[in-house]
């Protein structure tokens, strides 16, 4: 009997980190497809498990609680499959990933396609992009993360910010070669980091997975279009 039900896009975006964190922690969740969303959006915020405008939505069935907002959710779901760290400063950095994971999507795909790439657009966002991966660098560096061991907050397993930084970073870097040599090049430990955790079984499992059911689609859309025209 599964566990969760998660309510989001058939795209590796924004839900994809709590798919991974799913996934990494053996849980069992069911998805519902885009015409499940559409009508549970067009409910009223009373008729919702929670009120929200927009997926990702988690419903816990064995706890009968249901949460919007990624960042939210991630945490929650740390907290619920014990992969957050124990200290208050551990909690509050996994919670800052999970927001900055947030922002460098929703700037990857200015605002979630308010405007479209251009050459000269994506050439200026650059630099702001290699700042971001220098973020994620510092955190890990501060905690002894190098490109071959340890995790980005010195935790001695990994947990839903290592899942959170893996899956940002190696999901973009897979479907836009542009930012993949840009992860390597600007970001070392953050780029060991991802592709290590992706070699584990379970990630390896929903990447498989996640080709099968989205094929080479990220975030969908004009967007995503004129992104690969920029970054592909």
């Known amino acids: 009997m599964r566990a969760f039900d998660l309510y989001y896009w058939p795209v590796p975006f924004r839900g994809q980190f709590l798919r991974a964190i799913l996934a990494?922690?053996?849980?069992?969740?069911?998805?519902?497809?885009?015409?499940?969303?559409?009508?549970?959006?067009?409910?009223?915020?009373?008729?919702?498990?929670?009120?929200?405008m927009g997926p990702?939505?988690?419903?816990?069935?064995?706890?009968?609680?249901?949460l919007s907002q990624m960042p939210a959710i991630?945490?929650?779901?740390?907290?619920?499959?014990?992969?957050?760290?124990?200290?208050?400063?551990?909690r509050a950095l996994t919670a800052?990933?999970?927001?900055?994971?947030?922002?460098?999507?929703?700037?990857?795909t200015l605002d979630g396609g308010r405007d479209m790439w251009t050459q000269e657009k994506w050439d200026a966002f650059v630099p702001r992009l290699q700042k971001w991966?220098?973020?994620?660098?510092?955190?890990?560096?501060?905690?002894g993360l190098s490109a071959d061991a340890g995790f980005l907050l010195g935790t001695r397993a990994p947990g839903v910010a290592d899942i959170i930084t893996s899956t940002l970073w190696s999901t973009m870097a897979d479907h836009f070669p542009k930012i993949a040599?840009?992860?390597e090049h600007s970001a070392p430990a953050i780029w060991g980091l991802s592709r290590r955790l992706q070699q584990t079984p379970a990630l390896v499992a929903l990447k498989r997975k996640s080709a099968a059911d989205f094929g080479e689609a990220y975030c969908g859309g004009d967007i995503e279009t004129s992104l690969?025209?920029?970054?592909?």
């Open 96 to 108: 800052k990933v999970a927001n900055d994971a947030n922002d460098v999507i929703d700037e990857l």
């Open 133 to 143: 991966l220098q973020i994620f660098e510092d955190l890990g560096k501060r905690k």
């Open 181 to 183: 040599d840009l992860a």
């Open 74 to 90: 991630a945490l929650y779901l740390g907290e619920r499959l014990n992969l957050l760290p124990d200290s208050p400063e551990g």
């Open 24 to 52: 990494f922690a053996d849980a069992r969740w069911a998805e519902h497809d885009a015409d499940d969303i559409a009508a549970l959006m067009d409910e009223a915020p009373a008729e919702q498990p929670i009120g929200f």
């Open 56 to 66: 990702p939505v988690l419903v816990d069935r064995e706890r009968d609680f249901a």
């Open 228 to 232: 690969r025209k920029v970054a592909g």
